[in-house]
């Protein structure tokens, strides 16, 4: 079992930036890789990235790509999305989640289906 708490969510202006953090227990933090999703009312949960279980591999989706930054402490068990020149689009929901099978690394990490644990959830609202 793993256990997946984020924090870091809240109010910001367009343009502004929010680091979001993600504490894990349960299981050895850097055996599995960590995603970042997100989900806006009324829309599906989509990806916007992942890192490997070393740190050494990360993933982003188009949208974020040159504004997000995933990283990860396996000292702390805590994986962080630094989130830059934020836009009113970015609002959601924003999810971390934690995957065994491709702890290495890989496209597959893209999938939401791929991973095992899911945290509650944190808000980032951006206003206009």
């Known amino acids: 079992q793993v256990q997946l708490v984020e924090s870091g969510g809240g109010l910001v202006q367009a343009g502004g930036s929010l680091r979001l953090s993600c504490a894990a227990s349960?299981?050895?933090?850097?055996?599995?890789?960590m995603g970042w999703f997100r989900q806006a009312p009324g829309k599906e949960r989509e990806f916007v990235a992942a890192?490997?279980?070393?740190?050494?591999?990360?993933y982003y989706a188009d949208s974020v790509k040159g504004r997000f930054t995933i990283s990860r402490d396996n000292a702390k068990n805590t994986v962080y999305l630094q989130m830059n020149s934020l836009k009113p689009e970015d609002t959601a929901v924003y999810y971390c989640?934690?995957?065994?099978?491709?702890?290495?690394?890989?496209?597959?990490?893209?999938?939401?289906?791929?991973?095992?644990?899911w945290g509650q959830g944190t808000q980032v609202t951006v206003s206009s």
């Open positions: 349960g299981r050895t933090f850097s055996s599995y890789a």
């Open positions: 989640a934690a995957d065994f099978t491709y702890a290495s690394g890989g496209y597959s990490l893209m999938w939401a289906y791929e991973y095992d644990y």
């Open positions: 890192i490997n279980s070393s740190g050494g591999r990360t």
